[in-house]
């Protein structure tokens, strides 16, 4: 099995490209600078690295890289800086999750393949009855207007929806909501449900990063939770929440 991996630089996809690795998965990840990445991951000899930035490739190469891939990860996102909060790209993620797919297409596979989007619990699933609050209707309101990324990581996931769909013969795909990120050490029990269960504004739960890799790992190398999570937008929390 081979998985290609965007995003691995950041705190997210670094853990899954561990967790991946850590089950004799063959991984490409398309980085910036590998800085950021520990020496003995950079040393794995199942690991192959692609420094560049996916909406910096051309059409050609991003064929390549994602060609004889069994599933891609998409774990982008903005530097929490301004400009990578307010600076171009503001569409980085929905641009990336769209020629990864384009790339996929053209590669006109045997079998489809996997996409994982990291992505929010903060982005209703539209194709449910996910209800809200007024008062977070409002409050999402306005960080659709003043917090650009938020907008960029509801677009990604309505183009898998919407121009992907759940019918489509080359690609299938899920999108990973965790609420409230924290770090921890190791993989710990967490829950996962088609919808919130707590507001992710007014009560949001906690999900820890190790455990947003294991669950993104298990969708790519597990056929049977696959089946139940794909077109699907799973939310996970760590368990023994109040």
Known sequence: MTILVVGASGATGRLLVEELLSRGVKVRIIVR???????????????????????????????????????????????????????????????????????????????????????????????????????????????????????????????????????????EWAAVRPDSLIDDDEVTGYDIHPSPVRSAIFDSGKTSRVNVGHFMAQLMTDDAIWKKWKGQMPVIYNQSQP
């Not at 903005?78 to 297409?105: D, S, W, Y």
């Not at 489809?112 to 990291?118: A, G, Q, W, Y």
């Not at 938020?150 to 183009?159: M, R």
């Open 33 to 171: 600078s590998t800085e950021q990445l520990p020496e003995a991951l950079l040393q794995n000899d199942n690991l192959s690295v692609i420094e560049a930035g996916v909406l910096d490739l051309d059409d050609a190469e991003l064929s390549k890289h994602v060609n004889n891939c069994d599933a891609v990860a998409s774990c982008l996102g903005h530097n929490l800086t301004f400009k990578g909060m307010f600076g171009q790209p503001r569409l980085l993620v929905t641009g990336a999750v769209r020629r990864l797919c384009e790339a996929i297409v053209e590669n006109n596979p045997a079998r489809p393949v996997k996409f994982i989007l990291m992505n929010t619990t903060g982005n209703r699933n539209r194709d449910l009855n996910e209800p809200i609050s007024l008062a977070q209707k409002v409050v999402m309101a306005l960080i659709r207007i003043f917090i650009p990324p938020h907008v960029d990581n509801e677009k990604a996931a309505d183009y898998l929806r919407k121009e992907i769909g759940r019918d489509n013969p080359l690609v």
